[in-house]
């Protein structure tokens, strides 16, 4: 079991936004601002898409954005487009014995 | 262009070693911390173990504590973890990742392609 919550799952239209959530406690998420999401593609290593809970790296698409609100962290992507079509993982600093842990992984799938 | 290029993975039986190492190329690898992360088949991420700059900040997923050893030689831009005891749940593709600082920050900004362990008898 993740320490990190996210839906199994989530859906949307091209052109349409979508919002996957990633829930933790107040010894991770809501605690502290590294919160990071990743993008993974089938058979691809993952890329780094959110960082610090709401940063950019550059020459990710502003379609892209991250929030925090108490033990919850959010991705939204506006604008859905088939290429978005992935598995997004959220990631956090915790105060455990092992210092960042993952969510389980949210699969988007573009209709 | 930054490139990170994992070896050593392969097939090895319970309770023997592997050692892992991670070729940098295209960024001062001294600037920057550097981990591994691993993804058993068909699952997850799971960070498996960091190390800053200059090796003086190092850590360990509770998964692995007492059996992998991380470590770095910023002469030849390389990055290395010792997998000792190995177990079947260590079955995983391991990725190598940059940080997105000296110290640790936990941001994996670039990663690998990984390379595969397989632990069975």
């Known amino acids: 079991q993740s320490a990190l919550t996210q839906p199994a799952s989530v859906s949307g239209s091209p052109g349409q936004s979508i919002t996957i959530s990633c829930t933790g406690t107040?010894?991770?998420?809501?605690?502290?601002?590294?919160v990071s999401w990743y993008q993974q593609h089938p058979g691809k290593a993952p890329k780094l898409m959110i960082y610090?809970?709401?940063n950019r790296p550059s020459g990710v698409p502003d379609r892209f954005s991250g929030s925090k609100s108490g033990n919850t962290a959010s991705l939204t992507i506006s604008g859905l487009q088939a290429e978005d079509e992935a598995d997004y993982y959220c990631?956090?600093?915790?105060?455990?014995?092992?210092?960042?842990?993952f969510g389980g992984g949210t699969k988007l799938t573009v209709l | 262009e930054v490139q990170l290029v994992e070896s050593g993975g392969g097939l090895v039986q319970p309770g023997r070693s592997l050692r892992l190492s991670c070729a940098a190329s295209?960024?001062?690898?001294?600037?920057?911390?550097m981990h591994w992360v691993r993804q058993a088949p068909g699952k997850g991420l799971e960070w498996v173990s960091g190390?800053?700059?200059?090796?003086?900040?190092?850590g360990y997923a509770d998964s692995v504590k007492g059996r992998f050893t991380i470590s770095r030689d910023n002469a030849k831009n390389s990055l290395y973890l010792q997998m000792n005891s190995l177990r079947a749940e260590d079955t995983a593709l391991y990725y190598c990742?940059?940080?997105?600082?000296?110290?640790?920050?936990?941001?994996?900004?670039?990663w690998g392609q990984g390379t595969l362990v397989t632990v069975s008898s």
């Open positions: 990742a940059k940080d997105n600082a000296a110290p640790v920050t936990g941001e994996f900004v670039y």
């Open positions: 190390i800053s700059w200059n090796s003086g900040s190092i």
């Open positions: 107040s010894s991770d998420v809501g605690g502290y601002n590294y």
């Open positions: 990631s956090s600093y915790t105060s455990s014995s092992t210092p960042w842990v």
């Open positions: 610090e809970v709401s």
């Open positions: 295209g960024f001062t690898f001294d600037d920057y911390a």
